[in-house]
């Protein structure tokens, strides 16, 4: 698996702000793999998102230090457009991806495939296996306005899925979500992981990262103060020092150890709970 994206001590500054919402920050995204991006609201999460899809300098102008670079070339220098056939971005509120100039979510999907002219018979072909994918297809003919939160997202997702990118950012998908919207979404982010596409999510429910990703980055103050395989990062305890929220099962983990109980690891995860928990109980 190759390097996809990397950051090399990267510092940006948004205008008239004197202040950098991101300091020498460094990284690297392989390809095929899943990160979560976790930390406390104003860590610079959505700046780095921002950064990765090439908004920020691109769009937000601003001051950009060090390279952001995606398939070896910096973002800077990719043309207009170019970097979305790429990367799709999924924002936080799906309401701000909604194009606003279609009255169907058929056509609402379609949008960006016919603004990159991919023929029409190609076009209805690829909306139709998407909108099976993310299970949408009864909400084809429905004005996108009309869909709830969750229907919403999923849309969301749909059109940024039928672009076919190598590369996903999605930003926060279920801060507005109920539980069973978040599941309906989780679902659809599961299908492009096995799909072997390269995810980053931001995302403040961390029991969905530690079930999901393969690595994980936390922020703080603009920087990346640990980052590693998900089960090491989310089960160490520090983190919530800085502010950063662990997973129910880690905190669970972590008291239980406390208390006396010998556990080998923290568990992370329910599926790692239940199994410590038999093992030691012997049920």
Not at 7 to 30: A, F
Not at 175 to 193: C, H, R
Not at 222 to 229: F, M, P, S
Not at 262 to 267: C, D, E, K, T, V
Request: contains cysteine; aromatic residues 8%.
């Amino acid at each position: 698996m190759g390097v996809v994206i990397e950051m090399k001590d990267v510092t940006y500054t948004y205008p008239l702000s004197k202040t950098p919402v991101i300091q020498g920050v460094s990284l690297k995204i392989e390809s095929g793999r899943f990160y979560g991006v976790i930390g406390e609201n104003g860590s610079g999460k959505t700046t780095l998102c921002n950064l990765i899809r090439g908004f920020a300098p691109g769009f937000y102008k601003g001051e950009l230090k060090g390279q952001v670079l995606v398939e070896g070339k910096p973002t800077i220098e990719y043309g207009e457009g170019e970097l979305s056939l790429r990367i799709g971005y999924v924002f936080q509120n799906p309401f701000n991806q909604i194009s606003g100039v279609k009255d169907t979510v058929f056509e609402e999907v379609a949008f960006g495939l016919e603004n990159f002219g991919v023929p029409a018979d190609e076009i209805e072909e690829r909306v139709v296996e998407v909108m099976k994918l993310t299970k949408i297809e009864e909400l084809a003919e429905k004005n996108p306005f009309a869909l709830s939160g969750g229907q919403q997202q999923r849309a969301a997702l749909a059109s940024i899925i039928v672009l076919e990118p190598d590369i996903l950012v999605i930003d926060e998908p279920t801060s507005q979500l109920d539980p069973e919207g978040t599941e309906s979404v989780f679902e659809i982010i599961y299908e492009m992981k096995k799909a072997r596409k390269t995810i980053l999510l931001v995302e403040h429910k961390t029991d969905l990262i530690a079930e999901y990703a393969d690595e994980v980055f936390v922020m703080s103050g603009g920087r990346i103060i640990k980052n590693g395989l998900t089960q090491d990062v989310l089960s160490d305890m520090s983190l919530l020092e800085s502010g950063v929220r662990l997973p129910r099962m880690a905190l669970l983990g972590s008291e239980l150890r406390a208390r006396g109980l010998q556990l080998p690891y923290i568990p992370v995860t329910e599926k790692q709970g239940v199994e410590l928990l038999r093992d030691y109980t012997g049920r």
